[in-house]
């Protein structure tokens, strides 16, 4: 008889929650079981299990044993044998995200742990982005599908001299650049951009269904900016559609009260993240992973090798910094 139950999910809240008795090891919960449920729903919480911090970084290793670092600020490395982080020490609410959408190695899964829960506010936000396009306007669907965005920012030396092996190429080399090169490297308004697109809405890794899953929101409504990422023409995304994926998101999201030793696992291709705000001194402690999950395809938008699936890769600015 199993030492633990499973609830599935519900449109109050869209996750699998696998619930342990008293003093129930991780180890309790078969691997194929918990990946089958991951894959069928996308988001699967683990409550009551005993666990800890290493628990959790083997845990989420087995699964994906190639970690993706986020290099984005105030996140401490926790654990750099496993690939654990914190996430981000500040305060402020954030909008739903995919973890790394605005890179080309975007992760297939994002791993949470609760060291220790917010005694109040500080909540993980999540939303089914497959809900998201399946409510949207019928009219407006239509108008986004086949469309393509934009992550233009200007190239540094740390960029080019990684991609393109020199950091002052020649236009032969920014029109050929090697095939491991995630990226174009255009001229925009003067300047020499890094560039690479992705579909507006993109199939989600298990279902193949459109997902809304892209860092719009979250420049839109947390840095007030409108300009990253843009159409894959350079035109701005309008203004109708974003406000309209708010409106739906914000009906469909739903909080994760943390409990301790909570680990929550989200299907990055299809359910986004973010939080509520966070009591300043109130103590609380989330550990994230993020990878590639061990026998899935590469996206099919990825080049042949790239090196972020190669144990050790990481972004071309801090690994310029640590030469």
Known sequence: MS??????????????RIAADADTALEAVRKDEILDLFREHG?????????????FGAFARDFCPVPVFNESGKRIVLDGASGVQSVNLGNKPFPLHPELSREPWRPDAAFFYCATPPSSGGQTTICDGIEIVRQLPETMRAEMEGRRIRYAVPATAADLQYWLGATNPDDALLADPPAQCPF????????????????????????????????I?????????KTYPVMDD????PDRWVEEVKRVSDRLTVPVGWHANDIVMLDNSRFMHGRTEIVPGDGRRIATYFGYLDGVAPDPEEPPAP?????????PQLAMRAQ
Do not use: I, K
């Not at 929101?217 to 900016?225: E, K, N, S």
């Open 3 to 16: 030492n633990y139950s499973v609830t599935p999910p519900t449109h109050a809240f869209p996750m699998v």
């Open 43 to 55: 988001a699967v919480l683990l409550r009551g299990f005993t666990t800890s911090l290493d628990g």
């Open 184 to 215: 174009t490297f255009e001229w925009h308004g003067g300047q020499l951009m890094r560039c690479f697109t992705r579909p507006l809405l993109q199939p989600s890794r298990f279902q193949g269904e459109l997902a809304w899953g892209n860092f």
């Open 217 to 225: 929101l979250f420049t839109r409504y947390l840095r007030g900016v």
């Open 234 to 237: 350079w035109s701005l995304v």
């Open 307 to 315: 090196p972020w699936r190669r144990e050790g890769f990481m972004p």
